[in-house]
């Protein structure tokens, strides 16, 4: 090999950037001919260069995900801290009380939820309505349970599925995180008459409603998705 050539293969191994991992473009044809034999150190040198790179990618998307999971919910809290108007607050109230009991302010978490239940009488014909109605009990219900009220927890999980529906239920559904905290508790028809409860705004299921009852009638705990999400 020339030096020419063998100061740029070597440019190639040692470039920082991560862009380029394959030989300079004046090398690819005659190493394609056959007319250049690399070294077996160099092309391992090559080859964990690549990887490298590629774990740098994957560990980069990796790291920007993690930090949109992290500012939503901060986002979410922040828009009710600026809502200035009940009908504001009505629409912020329901993710504000969801978070923060997740993340364990269980008083916060419950002041939000009597709030949002609070306001419902005012926005009956609010699109939002139906949200409100499942998240002030989902949220007052997992409260419940963490407090050991079963009995309170199976009551608000009936009336969350009594909710009348909105525009994003009646599409993807309800939020199941209380219907699986219960099952995880044993309580298997209470949320068995809950998924019955959510057939009459829910009808675009596909078949869901079905397969979790099929589930938790066969003793397991279905894999809910993203609806312990919404």
């Given at each position: 090999?020339?030096?020419?050539?063998?100061?740029?293969?070597?440019?190639?191994?040692?470039?920082?950037?991560?862009?380029?991992?394959?030989p300079p473009?004046?090398?690819?044809?005659?190493?394609?001919?056959?007319?250049?034999?690399?070294?077996?150190?160099?092309?391992?040198?090559?080859?964990?260069?690549?990887?490298?790179?590629?774990?740098?990618l994957r560990?980069?998307?990796?790291?920007?995900?993690?930090?949109?999971?992290?500012?939503?919910?901060?986002?979410?809290?922040?828009?009710?801290?600026?809502?200035?108007?009940?009908?504001?607050?009505?629409?912020?109230?329901?993710?504000?009380?969801?978070?923060?009991?997740?993340?364990?302010?269980?008083?916060?978490?419950?002041?939000?939820?009597?709030?949002?239940?609070?306001?419902?009488?005012?926005?009956?014909?609010?699109?939002?309505?139906?949200?409100?109605?499942?998240?002030?009990?989902?949220?007052?219900?997992?409260?419940?349970?963490?407090?050991?009220?079963?009995?309170?927890?199976?009551?608000?999980?009936?009336?969350?599925?009594?909710?009348?529906?909105?525009?994003q239920m009646?599409?993807?559904?309800?939020?199941?995180?209380?219907?699986?905290?219960?099952?995880?508790?044993?309580?298997?028809?209470?949320?068995?008459?809950?998924?019955?409860?959510?057939?009459?705004?829910?009808?675009?299921?596909?078949?869901?409603?079905?397969?979790?009852?099929?589930?938790?009638?066969?003793?397991?705990?279905?894999?809910?998705?993203?609806?312990?999400?919404?």
């Open positions: 090999m020339k030096q020419g050539q063998h100061s740029a293969l070597r440019q190639t191994i040692d470039d920082r950037s991560g862009r380029e991992c394959r473009s004046a090398l690819r044809e005659p190493l394609a001919a056959g007319r250049i034999h690399l070294h077996p150190h160099t092309c391992m040198r090559l080859k964990r260069r690549r990887k490298a790179v590629k774990c740098d560990a980069q998307k990796s790291s920007s995900r993690h930090r949109h999971e992290i500012d939503l919910p901060l986002r979410r809290i922040d828009k009710l801290a600026k809502a200035t108007t009940e009908e504001k607050r009505f629409y912020a109230l329901d993710a504000a009380a969801k978070i923060s009991f997740e993340v364990g302010k269980i008083d916060e978490a419950s002041k939000y939820a009597q709030e949002l239940k609070m306001l419902l009488s005012k926005f009956k014909d609010n699109w939002n309505y139906g949200n409100a109605i499942q998240d002030t009990n989902l949220v007052m219900g997992r409260i419940a349970l963490s407090e050991n009220r079963a009995e309170d927890a199976k009551e608000y999980l009936l009336n969350a599925g009594r909710s009348p529906g909105s525009p009646d599409t993807f559904g309800p939020n199941m995180s209380l219907a699986e905290d219960l099952l995880g508790k044993g309580e298997r028809e209470t949320v068995l008459q809950y998924f019955e409860l959510c057939r009459k705004f829910w009808r675009m299921n596909r078949g869901r409603l079905d397969a979790w009852r099929d589930a938790v009638k066969a003793g397991r705990i279905p894999d809910f998705g993203p609806n312990l999400l919404y």
